[in-house]
């Protein structure tokens, strides 16, 4: 029997597994014994696959939603603002693990995919989140909460990461009214790798060969993944912040607002 050339890789360089079996199965093993999710968020995910295929991938996994919820109750957080909703399944996430004396609050651009989350939302007696319509590049600036968020988490439009990032450290000044996000409060930031191109885009990267569409001509240089290696570098830049780059999924820039 042959066998595949394997190696131990090299200290820092991420396990990633042979073959996509292989990281399925693990995946698959690393869900089952980790925290349960409720049903009605495993059966809404399976739901958005089967009906938007086309936009699913917009969702977060269950996997990754089994995170989110892990940080929540590691930090005992009670007020999270997710900036890009899609259909509502983080927002149901949020709302789960902040328990009914929290409160989440979700920003949508597209109007079919915030009516779809309020119906989501409506459908699974979920009161404790709320959805405001709307360019986040112009809803965000205008939030004035009465207590700052624990957590605020960017997976919306990824050209407009570095101008979200921006605000949010401006209405989080200390001594600020009405402040944004609390001392020790994290900003999570989703995609933030994008395929790995915005660590590599050599052609060692076969996603820089990748067909994204029409619309995307050349995505390994677009105007995405420029503003994704800005925001990286501006936070690893602030003596504001401390984080950690997280190379799983698409990468997640966790990072811990300091003062």
């Known amino acids: ?3 595949l ?5 090299a200290d820092g360089t991420p396990a990633l597994y042979p073959n996509e079996r292989v990281a399925k199965r693990v995946g698959d093993y690393a869900e089952s014994h980790s925290l ?3 049903q009605h968020i495993i059966d809404y995910h399976a739901h958005i696959q089967t009906t938007r295929p086309e936009t699913a991938n917009y969702m977060i996994s269950i996997a990754q939603a ?3 919820t892990f940080l929540v109750k590691t930090i005992g957080a009670k007020r999270i603002l997710e900036i890009g909703s899609y259909v509502g399944l983080s927002l149901m996430t949020w709302s789960s693990a902040v328990g009914p004396d929290g409160k989440v ?3 949508e651009f597209d109007p079919s995919f915030a009516a779809a989350a309020k119906d989501a939302l409506a459908a699974n007696d979920v009161h404790n989140a709320e959805l405001i319509v709307g360019d986040a590049l112009e809803t965000l600036p205008t939030l004035t909460p009465s207590e700052p968020y624990d957590i605020i988490f960017i997976d919306a439009q990824k050209s407009g990461y570095s101008r979200y990032l921006s605000t949010i450290l401006a209405l989080s000044q200390p001594g600020t009214p009405n402040r944004l996000l609390r001392p020790g409060g994290l900003i999570i930031g989703d995609n933030t790798l994008r395929c790995g191109l915005v ?3 050599s052609s060692d990267n076969p996603w820089r060969h990748y067909d994204f569409g029409p619309q995307r001509p050349e995505y390994w240089k677009s105007a995405d993944v420029m503003t994704l290696k800005a925001y990286n570098q501006a936070v690893v830049a602030n003596d504001r912040l401390e984080n950690w780059l997280c190379p799983l999924w ?3 820039n ?3 607002m300091v003062d």
């Open 1 to 3: 029997m042959s066998t």
């Open 5 to 9: 050339p394997v190696s131990y890789p």
């Open 36 to 38: 349960r999710m409720p």
């Open 66 to 68: 089994q995170a989110l």
């Open 105 to 107: 609050t979700g920003l």
């Open 199 to 201: 660590a590599d885009d």
């Open 250 to 252: 698409d990468g997640i």
């Open 254 to 256: 966790l990072a811990r």
